[in-house]
Structure formats: structure tokens, C-alpha cells
């Protein structure tokens, strides 16, 4: 029923676009200035040039939403989910009902750090966006460009790298509550940041930054710290965590050099307060009192990037970025008196639980030859990843599928070079194949490839097609867990094969002028995406029960996504739409027997988002709102039990957001208000989500925390 409404739709709509057009004025009257794209170019360019469809999330569309993170943008973007995990207080995301592990986040075209290497499995919540001039969004394969780990798509956010006043000195404060609790103290979020820029001369500009969040928790039906009751209500339902922020950048531009150094730092505190109470003396020969043993989780993460653009012989374009990353996960233990309300031991040092230090260096060369026709682009990357695991670290950190007996310290070391080409005519015709070779130190050689093209039907249409594939390396606790007791038996794999993927896309751009200053753009696009060689946690035998990690499923999903966007006068209005299916063929082992999912179908899944924003120029003033529906899902779960699967169900549900931004002082004083979750959700019920090592499913997902308000005071003074 979801797929005949959308074709309709979109039917629909593609005869009022050609009956409209009718009415469109000479298209060389049109002057748009496009954005800037940086994602898997051979050099910065405008949006409609590129080869890739890419979309942007614009610094003013941050600011409308008073967004301090990633994940408050991308929560609202068609195929995106991100969930918390309340038990560890990080948040995990998924694209086409991938996770994290298929699709790359980068800090300008650098792959962020994490515990299972470079770019993936990113926690969203832990990217701050207070200096971030856009962020650009690749959907599908882009494995020749990026290497391993892209099959569903890139991210880029994209760093403010100049001003074009002498100085600018800009901050702000955010009061929000969570849901309906908020204090001064205790409850709520709150938001400080500062941020200095300044022009040393016409080829120098240095910016410095620094922003706090602290988010305070969620209590719900908890009851917090100082609850001295043996119920289970002690504690938070979402861990308070306090981030601290900082950036610096210097840099240099000559006519045919230019870089750029740049620090970014991340400290997190979560604090997990535990339910369990004791009433005891703390120390021999003390008075009883009640108390508790709580533990604060702490992430460091160091960001080093330099940045190298130069002209070799007057003509080939050199890009080089070179980075040093280091992510820490620690972690203390300390007795919390609640009589006293105060801490026994908290000078406790920190232990390191699991860390990532990575090299990397990534340089491509281009403009070869001086054509408008021809251009190829040679390029390398090396990937040096260094990843420690302690003992027992799955019960540190609070997961439900891997652990280690003994700490863990293995290299995983990656080498590719990757070369492509761009042809374009005189017909509006480009085209552009690429390959990839990588050389990693534990796996056999492996190989990408892809093609792409833009055909300019007009000068407001255009239809690009992409194909290409992407392999994923398994990560480290797939390749090395090693947690047996007499509870359990999960071991790794050492002998896991990448998995092998690829995805293909059509797209159709169409822009509207009519003469009456509304402007139109409307686009269409399909993607298949496939997944061989799957890797998953896999029963091996039930007496005795042992799961492992075997490269065991198959994975596809296709669909169609859509989108409008209106601009008359004072406001902007955008519709996007998606339907996309599943299908996943699901294997286990239980003593040797297969066991399958009955069909390997389609299960779709459709959503829709919208936003509008309205300025009203005399007050200075955008108003905005923000929409997506997600509708039900569906998914095959195993049953331990009976040793099958089954088909759960997932609950539909609408996010909804607005504020209103104002402009006072000439620009100097801005003031946004809103309200975030206004359908006040919380809970959605599901028995499509698996609890953990095949133990069966859960009732219900904690996505959102109800509704909350927002009171942003933001300054900008420039001279």
C-alpha cells in the first residue's frame, strides 16, 4: 500500500513539473550561486558539477534546530536511526538498517576515530557542531574514493576555515530541559561555547574554540544519586554525561600553496549510578550508612590533522591530509556515601578499558593535463590502527556480546592505492570509472571499483548513476573476543573473511523558475545496496552453547527516496519521502544443522520528513519546523528456544520540532527558542530488536526522552 502511494506521488508530481515548465523563464536569466562540495571531489566544487549526488546540511539549518551535536541533525534525515544505549550512556546509528560499521564520518575528508578503527561506529552524540560551516551526506558505495567500511554511504563534516572580517569573537548559552525536568543544577542540559577567529594578515587566520555540554540525565521512574531505597529505583533511566570540547586551527594560503594544522579534543564523563544499595560500615570499625558502588565511564579522544595543498611543475594539483588520532576509554570505581552525599574513594585512578591510536595518510594527485575534457586523479592511503582491549572489558563497559580474558593489543595495518578518471564532453555527458587496490597486514589483497556518470538533460535537469563496491573489514572484537566462563562461550574469529558489498543508484535532478519568484527543485532517487559474506554471532552448538562470529548472512536492500523543495519570497519549504526494503537471508549453525529464515522477502519500510522555515525580514526573524514520520518495521528474530526464526514488528512513530531564531543589535545578538519532541515520545514498542548474543527480543527501544524546551543566547561581534 506504502509503494503505490509513493509512485503515485511522485508520478503525479513528474506531470506537474513538465506542465510547469512550460512557464519557466530563459534558464540563462538564472543566476544561483550553488555550495561548495568538498566529498569525493578532485577539487573543491560547486554542488551541480559533481559527479556524486550529495547532500548538505547548511550551517544556518544547524542553527534553525540550535543543534549541538550530529546526532540532533541526522535524527531527522530519511533512513537515518540513531539509538541510545542507556546502559553506557553512547549512542549507536544505522543507514538502510545498516549500522555504523557500513558508513564512514569524517572531519574534513579525515575518518574520525573509534574503538573499532577510523570512521566507523561513530557515536554521534560525541561530535560537536559549533564549528562546522556544513555537512555533507553520500549515500551508497564509495569505496574507491574512501576505501573499506563505505557501502552505505559517507558523511563529511566540513570545518570553518576562514572569516571574512579581521576578528570575530562569537558564543552562546542553551538552557534546554529533558523532558519536563530541569533545574539550575541537577536536571536539564546546559550548553556554554566561545569561539575566536582571527586574520593575521591576507595569508594567515588562526580560530580557537571551546564548548561544554553538560546533560544532566534523565530520571523518568528513577529515582537519582542520593535514592537510599533497595528497589531498583536508584540511579538515572538515561546516564548523565558531561562533554568538554576544544578546537585550534593556523592557517596559511599562498596563490599555489596552502595548509593548514588543526587539533580537536574530546573529554566525556558518563556517569552510572548503581541500583543496588548497601547498608554497611565502609571501612572497619564505621558507622553503618547506606552507600553504593558507582562508576564514572571517561572518552579522550585527540584529533591531529595537517592539511598540504601544492602545485607540482606549474600544473599537478597535490592534496595531502596526514593525521594522528587517539581515542582512550577509561573507567573508575568509587563508593558513594548517600547519607553524607559525598564520595569514599574517589581518587580511584582511571583504568584504560579499550583504545585506538591511529596514523593515517591519505594524498591524491590531479590535473594532470590541461583539458576541460579529460582529468584523472592518482591517489594513496595509509591506515596504521593500533587497538588495546582489557580483560573483562565487556562487563566495564557494559556490553552484552564480546569480551576478553586477557588484554588484547593487536595492529591492523591497511596500504591502497586508487586511481579515476573524469570525462566529460560536449554533449553534457561525464563520466568517471575508478579502481582501488588494498594491501591490508592481516587479510588478502582487496579490490574496488566503480563508475559514475551525470547526463545534463538541461540547464535545470540533470541524472547521475553510480555504481560501485565496498568491502568491510571485520573490526576488532569480531576478530578477537575471547570471553569464556561458565555462563559463556563467545569467542572470535581470526579467520574472518571482509565482507564483500556493492551498490548502484540512479538519480534525477529537476529545478523550476517561474515567473512569479518561486523557485523549484525536485529529485528522484533508486539505490540497491548488497551485503555477501555478512559477519554475525553465530550459534555453533547448544551443549555446550557457543556463539561465534562467522562470516554466515546475506544482505540487500533497494528502495526509492525523494525529495521537493520550494522557495518563494520569505520561506522555504522541503517534502522528502522514502520506501525502502530489506531482505537479509539468515543462517545459523546449531550443532552442525542449518537453520534459515523461511523467506528471504522484502520487508519495506516507509518514511517521510519535512521542514519549513519562514523569515520575516523587518523582525529578523526564521521561524522553522521539523518533521519525520517513520513507519513500522519489521525484522526476523531467533528464537534460542526453538531453534527458528520469527518475524517482529516495530511500532510507527513522528518526531516533530520548532523554533523561532531572532536577530537583535544588527546581527550582534541572536535569541532561538523551541521546543524539540513535541508528539512527547519516548518508548516505542517492538519485538523486531534483538536484546544481544541470541537472547531473544526486547518489548521496547528507548529513543527519545518526551518532550523538551530550548532557550538559546548566542553573541557575534566581528571588527
Same mark, same amino acid.
Given at each position: 500500500?506504502?509503494?503505490?502511494?509513493?509512485?503515485?506521488?511522485?508520478?503525479?508530481?513528474?506531470?506537474?513539473?513538465?506542465?510547469?515548465?512550460?512557464?519557466?523563464?530563459?534558464?540563462?536569466?538564472?543566476?544561483?550561486?550553488?555550495?561548495?562540495?568538498?566529498?569525493?571531489?578532485?577539487?573543491?566544487?560547486?554542488l551541480a558539477?559533481?559527479?556524486?549526488?550529495?547532500?548538505?546540511?547548511?550551517?544556518?539549518?544547524?542553527?534553525?534546530?540550535?543543534?549541538?551535536?550530529?546526532?540532533?541533525?541526522?535524527?531527522?534525515?530519511?533512513?537515518?536511526?540513531?539509538?541510545?544505549?542507556?546502559?553506557?550512556?553512547?549512542?549507536?546509528?544505522?543507514?538502510?538498517?545498516?549500522?555504523?560499521?557500513?558508513?564512514?564520518?569524517?572531519?574534513?575528508?579525515?575518518?574520525?576515530?573509534?574503538?573499532?578503527?577510523?570512521?566507523?561506529?561513530?557515536?554521534?552524540?560525541?561530535?560537536?557542531?559549533?564549528?562546522?560551516?556544513?555537512?555533507e551526506?553520500?549515500?551508497?558505495?564509495m569505496?574507491?574514493?574512501?576505501?573499506?567500511?563505505?557501502?552505505?554511504?559517507?558523511?563529511?563534516?566540513?570545518?570553518?576555515?576562514?572569516?571574512?572580517?579581521?576578528?570575530?569573537?562569537?558564543?552562546?548559552?542553551q538552557?534546554?530541559?529533558?523532558?519536563?525536568?530541569?533545574?539550575?543544577?541537577?536536571?536539564?542540559?546546559?550548553i556554554?561555547?566561545?569561539?575566536?577567529?582571527?586574520?593575521?594578515?591576507?595569508?594567515?587566520?588562526?580560530?580557537?574554540?571551546?564548548?561544554?555540554?553538560?546533560?544532566?540525565?534523565?530520571?523518568?521512574?528513577?529515582?537519582?544519586?542520593?535514592?537510599?531505597?533497595?528497589?531498583?529505583?536508584? /540511579? %538515572? *533511566?538515561?546516564?548523565?554525561?558531561q562533554?568538554?570540547? $576544544?578546537?585550534?586551527?593556523? =592557517?596559511?594560503?599562498?596563490? &599555489?600553496? +596552502?595548509?593548514?594544522?588543526?587539533?580537536?579534543?574530546?573529554?566525556?564523563?558518563?556517569?552510572?549510578?548503581?541500583?543496588?544499595?548497601?547498608?554497611?560500615?565502609?571501612y572497619?570499625?564505621?558507622?553503618?550508612?547506606?552507600?553504593?558502588?558507582?562508576?564514572?565511564?571517561?572518552?579522550?579522544?585527540?584529533?591531529?590533522?595537517?592539511?598540504?595543498k601544492?602545485?607540482?611543475?606549474?600544473?599537478?594539483?597535490?592534496?595531502?591530509?596526514?593525521?594522528?588520532?587517539e581515542?582512550?576509554?577509561?573507567?573508575?570505581?568509587?563508593?558513594?556515601?548517600?547519607?553524607?552525599?559525598?564520595v569514599?574513594?574517589?581518587?580511584?585512578?582511571?583504568?584504560?578499558?579499550?583504545?585506538?591510536?591511529?596514523?593515517?595518510?591519505?594524498?591524491t594527485?590531479?590535473?594532470?593535463?590541461?583539458?576541460?575534457?579529460?582529468?584523472?586523479?592518482? /591517489? %594513496? *592511503?595509509?591506515?596504521?590502527?593500533?587497538?588495546?582491549? $582489557?580483560?573483562?572489558?565487556? =562487563?566495564?563497559?557494559?556490553? &552484552?556480546? +564480546?569480551?576478553?580474558?586477557?588484554?588484547?593489543?593487536?595492529?591492523?595495518?591497511?596500504?591502497?592505492?586508487?586511481?579515476?578518471?573524469?570525462?566529460?564532453?560536449?554533449?553534457?555527458?561525464?563520466?568517471?570509472?575508478?579502481?582501488?587496490?588494498?594491501?591490508?597486514?592481516k587479510?588478502?589483497?582487496?579490490?574496488?571499483?566503480?563508475?559514475?556518470?551525470?547526463?545534463?538533460?538541461?540547464?535545470?535537469?540533470?541524472?547521475?548513476a553510480?555504481?560501485?563496491?565496498?568491502?568491510?573489514?571485520?573490526?576488532?572484537?569480531?576478530?578477537?573476543?575471547?570471553?569464556?566462563?561458565?555462563?559463556?562461550?563467545?569467542?572470535?574469529?581470526?579467520?574472518?573473511?571482509?565482507?564483500?558489498?556493492?551498490?548502484?543508484?540512479?538519480?534525477?535532478?529537476?529545478?523550476?523558475?517561474?515567473?512569479?519568484?518561486?523557485k523549484?527543485?525536485?529529485?528522484?532517487?533508486?539505490?540497491?545496496?548488497?551485503?555477501?559474506?555478512?559477519?554475525?554471532?553465530?550459534?555453533?552448538s547448544?551443549?555446550?552453547?557457543?556463539?561465534?562470529?562467522?562470516?554466515?548472512?546475506?544482505?540487500?536492500?533497494?528502495?526509492?527516496q525523494?525529495g521537493?523543495?520550494?522557495?518563494?519570497?520569505?520561506?522555504?519549504?522541503?517534502?522528502?519521502?522514502?520506501?525502502?526494503?530489506?531482505?537479509?537471508?539468515?543462517?545459523?549453525?546449531?550443532?552442525?544443522?542449518?537453520?534459515?529464515?523461511?523467506?528471504?522477502?522484502?520487508?519495506?519500510?516507509?518514511?517521510?520528513?519535512s521542514?519549513?522555515?519562514?523569515?520575516?525580514?523587518?523582525?529578523?526573524?526564521?521561524?522553522?519546523?521539523?518533521?519525520?514520520?517513520?513507519?513500522k518495521?519489521?525484522?526476523?528474530?531467533?528464537?534460542?528456544?526453538?531453534?527458528?526464526?520469527?518475524?517482529?514488528?516495530?511500532?510507527?512513530?513522528?518526531?516533530?520540532?520548532?523554533?523561532?531564531r531572532?536577530?537583535?543589535?544588527?546581527?550582534?545578538i541572536?535569541?532561538?527558542?523551541?521546543?524539540?519532541?513535541?508528539?512527547?515520545?519516548?518508548?516505542?514498542?517492538?519485538?523486531?530488536?534483538?536484546?544481544?548474543?541470541?537472547?531473544?527480543?526486547?518489548?521496547?527501544?528507548?529513543?527519545?526522552?518526551?518532550?523538551?524546551?530550548?532557550?538559546?543566547?548566542?553573541?557575534?561581534?566581528?571588527?
Amino acid at each position: 500500500m506504502y509503494i503505490n502511494r509513493f509512485y503515485s506521488f511522485f508520478i503525479l508530481y513528474f506531470i506537474f513539473c513538465f506542465t510547469k515548465s512550460q512557464h519557466i523563464k530563459d534558464s540563462l536569466s538564472y543566476r544561483n550561486i550553488d555550495d561548495v562540495i568538498i566529498t569525493g571531489q578532485y577539487s573543491p566544487q560547486s554542488l551541480a558539477k559533481s559527479i556524486y549526488q550529495v547532500e548538505i546540511i547548511s550551517e544556518q539549518d544547524i542553527k534553525n534546530r540550535a543543534a549541538s551535536t550530529l546526532a540532533d541533525v541526522l535524527n531527522y534525515n530519511l533512513n537515518f536511526l540513531v539509538v541510545p544505549k542507556q546502559d553506557t550512556g553512547d549512542s549507536q546509528v544505522s543507514l538502510f538498517g545498516l549500522n555504523g560499521q557500513y558508513f564512514k564520518v569524517m572531519i574534513d575528508n579525515i575518518p574520525l576515530v573509534s574503538d573499532n578503527g577510523m570512521g566507523n561506529t561513530i557515536d554521534l552524540t560525541k561530535i560537536n557542531l559549533d564549528n562546522v560551516e556544513q555537512i555533507e551526506i553520500v549515500r551508497g558505495s564509495m569505496g574507491v574514493d574512501y576505501g573499506s567500511n563505505s557501502l552505505t554511504g559517507i558523511i563529511n563534516i566540513i570545518t570553518k576555515k576562514k572569516i571574512p572580517e579581521k576578528w570575530k569573537i562569537s558564543g552562546y548559552t542553551q538552557e534546554e530541559s529533558v523532558g519536563n525536568e530541569y533545574d539550575w543544577k541537577e536536571k536539564g542540559r546546559h550548553i556554554q561555547s566561545l569561539e575566536v577567529s582571527h586574520n593575521l594578515s591576507n595569508k594567515w587566520f588562526i580560530s580557537a574554540g571551546i564548548n561544554s555540554n553538560n546533560f544532566q540525565g534523565f530520571f523518568d521512574n528513577k529515582e537519582g544519586k542520593r535514592y537510599y531505597e533497595n528497589d531498583g529505583k536508584r /540511579g %538515572y *533511566e538515561w546516564l548523565p554525561k558531561q562533554q568538554w570540547n $576544544a578546537n585550534a586551527l593556523i =592557517s596559511f594560503k599562498s596563490k &599555489n600553496f +596552502s595548509a593548514f594544522y588543526k587539533v580537536q579534543f574530546l573529554d566525556e564523563i558518563i556517569k552510572y549510578y548503581n541500583p543496588i544499595v548497601k547498608y554497611a560500615p565502609l571501612y572497619l570499625g564505621g558507622l553503618y550508612t547506606y552507600s553504593s558502588t558507582d562508576r564514572d565511564y571517561n572518552t579522550q579522544r585527540w584529533l591531529h590533522h595537517v592539511f598540504l595543498k601544492t602545485r607540482f611543475f606549474n600544473q599537478i594539483d597535490y592534496n595531502g591530509d596526514f593525521s594522528y588520532q587517539e581515542q582512550n576509554r577509561k573507567y573508575r570505581d568509587y563508593i558513594y556515601d548517600i547519607g553524607k552525599r559525598e564520595v569514599f574513594n574517589f581518587k580511584n585512578p582511571y583504568k584504560s578499558y579499550a583504545k585506538t591510536e591511529a596514523w593515517y595518510n591519505r594524498g591524491t594527485f590531479s590535473n594532470f593535463i590541461k583539458s576541460k575534457i579529460l582529468d584523472f586523479q592518482l /591517489g %594513496y *592511503e595509509i591506515n596504521l590502527i593500533e587497538g588495546f582491549r $582489557a580483560a573483562n572489558s565487556a =562487563s566495564i563497559a557494559g556490553l &552484552n556480546v +564480546s569480551g576478553f580474558q586477557e588484554d588484547v593489543r593487536k595492529h591492523l595495518d591497511n596500504y591502497d592505492i586508487f586511481i579515476s578518471s573524469e570525462i566529460r564532453t560536449n554533449v553534457g555527458l561525464s563520466l568517471r570509472p575508478g579502481f582501488r587496490s588494498s594491501f591490508n597486514s592481516k587479510f588478502e589483497n582487496q579490490y574496488s571499483y566503480s563508475f559514475a556518470m551525470k547526463y545534463e538533460l538541461s540547464k535545470l535537469s540533470d541524472i547521475r548513476a553510480e555504481f560501485s563496491s565496498s568491502n568491510r573489514t571485520p573490526n576488532f572484537d569480531e576478530l578477537y573476543t575471547y570471553f569464556v566462563d561458565s555462563n559463556h562461550d563467545i569467542q572470535g574469529n581470526s579467520d574472518l573473511n571482509p565482507e564483500k558489498g556493492y551498490s548502484t543508484a540512479i538519480h534525477w535532478n529537476q529545478k523550476i523558475i517561474s515567473n512569479n519568484d518561486l523557485k523549484t527543485s525536485f529529485n528522484l532517487s533508486t539505490i540497491y545496496i548488497e551485503l555477501k559474506d555478512k559477519i554475525e554471532l553465530s550459534t555453533v552448538s547448544i551443549v555446550p552453547l557457543h556463539y561465534k562470529y562467522i562470516n554466515i548472512d546475506k544482505y540487500s536492500s533497494w528502495g526509492i527516496q525523494g525529495g521537493n523543495s520550494f522557495q518563494y519570497k520569505n520561506i522555504d519549504f522541503s517534502l522528502g519521502a522514502s520506501v525502502f526494503g530489506i531482505s537479509r537471508k539468515l543462517n545459523d549453525n546449531i550443532n552442525g544443522i542449518h537453520v534459515t529464515v523461511p523467506n528471504d522477502k522484502y520487508l519495506y519500510n516507509f518514511q517521510l520528513n519535512s521542514n519549513v522555515n519562514y523569515t520575516i525580514q523587518k523582525w529578523e526573524t526564521t521561524i522553522s519546523i521539523y518533521y519525520k514520520y517513520t513507519g513500522k518495521e519489521s525484522g526476523y528474530i531467533y528464537d534460542s528456544n526453538s531453534d527458528s526464526f520469527y518475524l517482529g514488528k516495530q511500532e510507527d512513530f513522528n518526531q516533530l520540532d520548532a523554533s523561532i531564531r531572532k536577530y537583535l543589535f544588527k546581527n550582534k545578538i541572536e535569541i532561538t527558542a523551541g521546543v524539540r519532541n513535541i508528539f512527547d515520545i519516548k518508548n516505542v514498542n517492538t519485538t523486531a530488536a534483538q536484546s544481544g548474543a541470541h537472547q531473544g527480543p526486547i518489548s521496547s527501544i528507548n529513543l527519545f526522552y518526551g518532550r523538551s524546551y530550548f532557550l538559546k543566547l548566542g553573541f557575534n561581534l566581528d571588527f
